[in-house]
Each structure stands twice: as C-alpha cells, then as structure tokens.
C-alpha cells in the first residue's frame, strides 16, 4: 500500500502562484508516473499533469504554459508549480501514482486550492 501526502493547497489571488508537493510512502525506484489530477465541483475529475519516472510530462490542455511538473526520485516526491491563476483553476487537487510492484492506482486524500478573482 502507497500511502501519498500532499501539501501546499490553500488561497490565492488570481494571477498568482502556488505550489504543490506530494510525497509517496514506497521503495525508492519503485514508483511509476506520478501527478495530478483535479476536480471541480459539479465536474469531473481532470488531468493537471504526470511525469514519468524517467522525466516525460503531460499536461492538461487547461494549464498548458502555466504548469509545471517536477519530480525528485530520491525522495519520491512530486512537485506541481502552477503560475497565472485563475478562479477556473479552483478544484480539489488529487495527487496520483502508480508502482512498477502492482497494477493499482493511488490517491491522495486531496487537496484544496481556491483563486479568488
């Protein structure tokens, strides 16, 4: 079992920046892709963005050239800066991992970030 700890959630003006940070509990090397996904209310839940384990990336069409990804596989740790807020960019944020050890998927307890206009 991956148990996954988020940080870095909260209140933020639009046009501003925060971080998010997500440590995984597992074997070091063990750990897949690592991400984020988020969910609004009313909607579903959407990619943010993911990296591999080997540093390829993908980000959701909403945050392309406002978000980056970063990963320290040392310490299975993922790292999500996001830049330029919007209130659109309101949602829960769900940290997301898999393990090269089982075919589960695993979710953070989420995180909340709200941009007020």
């Known amino acids: 079992q991956v148990q996954l700890v988020e940080s870095g959630g909260g209140l933020v003006q639009a046009g501003g920046s925060l971080r998010l940070s997500c440590a995984a509990s597992?074997?070091?090397?063990?750990?897949?892709?690592m991400g984020w996904f988020r969910q609004a209310p009313g909607k579903q839940r959407e990619l943010v963005a993911v990296?591999?384990?080997?540093?390829?990336?993908r980000y959701g069409d909403s945050v392309k050239g406002r978000a980056t990804i970063s990963r320290d596989n040392a310490k299975n740790t993922v790292y999500l800066q996001m830049n330029s807020l919007k209130p659109g960019d309101t949602a829960v944020y769900y940290c997301?991992?898999?393990?090269?050890?089982?075919?589960?998927?695993?979710w953070g307890q989420g995180t909340q970030v709200t941009v007020s206009s």
């Open positions: 990296i591999a384990s080997g540093g390829v990336t």
């Open positions: 597992a074997s070091i090397g063990s750990i897949n892709a």
């Open positions: 997301y991992t898999n393990t090269k050890l089982s075919p589960n998927d695993y």
